[in-house]
Each structure stands twice: as C-alpha cells, then as structure tokens.
C-alpha cells in the first residue's frame, strides 16, 4: 500500500498555477493522480454552511488509503477573503478547491500549504521535507532552473532556520558545480 510518506514526497509543482501570490493544484491532475494511487478512492462534499453576514463554507471529504480525510474551505475570491452571498460559479470553484485540499490531506501536494495554519511565532521543523528540496536542487540543469528550484524551497521552508541553510548549502554546491 502507498503510505503518506511517499505521497507527500511527490512534485506536483509542474501542476501548479499561480494566481497572485496564491499557488493552486489543478483539481484534475489531483484527483487523477489520487485514482492512479488508490483507484477505490472516494470523495463526498458535505453541506454547506451559511454565515450571518452571507459568507459560507465548503466541507469535502475524501476517503482514500483506508483513510477519511476532511478540509474545509470558505468560498473566497481572488484575493483569499470570503465572498458574501457567493455565486454558484463561486461555490463550485470552492468545493474544487476543498476537493484538492482533502487530497493534500493525504500527502498529494500537502508541501504547497505548508505554512498556512502555522504561527510565524511557532518553531517548525522541516528539516526532513528539506531533502526532498535538495533533491529538485541536485537534479537542476541549468542556474535559471537552480534559481527557481531554490525559490521553490525556499517559499516552503522559509520558517525553519536549519532547513533554510540545508537547501543553501545544496543551491551553493550546485551553482559550482553548473560554473
């Protein structure tokens, strides 16, 4: 059976697409990539929940790997704050989005949120997601890719001062090395 651990380690940076300053997971190759790891997967949106001042909140499910995983999400708009009385168009981007971050639950692309719920205050360790970043690094071609492969690593791990100098020492190396 495929464990979260081998999930998680998976690069779903080509299936990326940003937005502003938000990175987003295309919900297709998510799902089709959820189905390839666990074809009896399964997912389920939940009611809805209205607010007073007409915000609301998506909910879904996925069931996966023996697991149940759920997230919530509320219907934002492009800037990530809550949308009032929110169209249909709204909610159903919504409940794709929720749909991905259920799936993230599970390991797929769960690196993109890393920081989302985390106090700045907070020590975190990511030393161990580091070398999944040392990796992309050792495997760049050119110092173009290096830069953006750094950046990448660095928009993840930002927040843990030892993973910060791992993925340094990597980018060093290989930029002598591409010299």
């Known amino acids: 059976m495929t464990t979260f651990n081998e999930i998680r380690k998976i690069n779903v940076n080509e299936h990326t697409e940003k937005k502003g300053k938000f990175t987003y997971l295309s919900w297709a190759w998510a799902v089709d990539q959820l189905l390839q790891l666990d074809p009896s997967a399964t997912w389920q949106y939940n009611k809805p929940e209205s607010f007073p001042d007409g915000t609301m909140m998506v909910f879904c499910s996925v069931t996966a790997f023996g697991k149940t995983m759920t997230s919530m999400l509320p219907v934002l708009n492009h800037?990530?704050?809550?949308?009032?009385?929110?169209?249909?168009?709204?909610?159903?981007?919504?409940?794709?989005?929720?749909?991905?971050?259920?799936?993230?639950?599970?390991?797929?692309?769960?690196?993109?949120?890393?920081?989302?719920?985390?106090?700045?205050?907070?020590?975190?360790?990511?030393?161990?997601?580091?070398?999944?970043?040392?990796?992309?690094?050792?495997?760049?071609?050119?110092?173009?890719?290096?830069?953006?492969?750094?950046?990448?690593?660095?928009?993840?791990?930002?927040?843990?001062?030892?993973?910060?100098?791992?993925?340094?020492?990597?980018?060093?190396?290989?930029?002598?090395?591409?010299?």
């Open 79 to 179: 800037q990530n704050k809550a949308i009032s009385n929110p169209s249909a168009m709204d909610v159903n981007t919504a409940m794709q989005r929720c749909l991905v971050k259920a799936i993230a639950l599970h390991g797929l692309g769960l690196y993109i949120y890393a920081g989302e719920d985390i106090p700045d205050e907070d020590p975190v360790d990511l030393t161990e997601g580091a070398n999944f970043w040392i990796e992309n690094i050792n495997k760049c071609q050119s110092i173009e890719e290096l830069k953006q492969a750094y950046n990448n690593a660095y928009t993840v791990l930002s927040k843990d001062k030892n993973a910060v100098q791992m993925i340094a020492n990597a980018k060093d190396a290989k930029k002598a090395q591409l010299s």
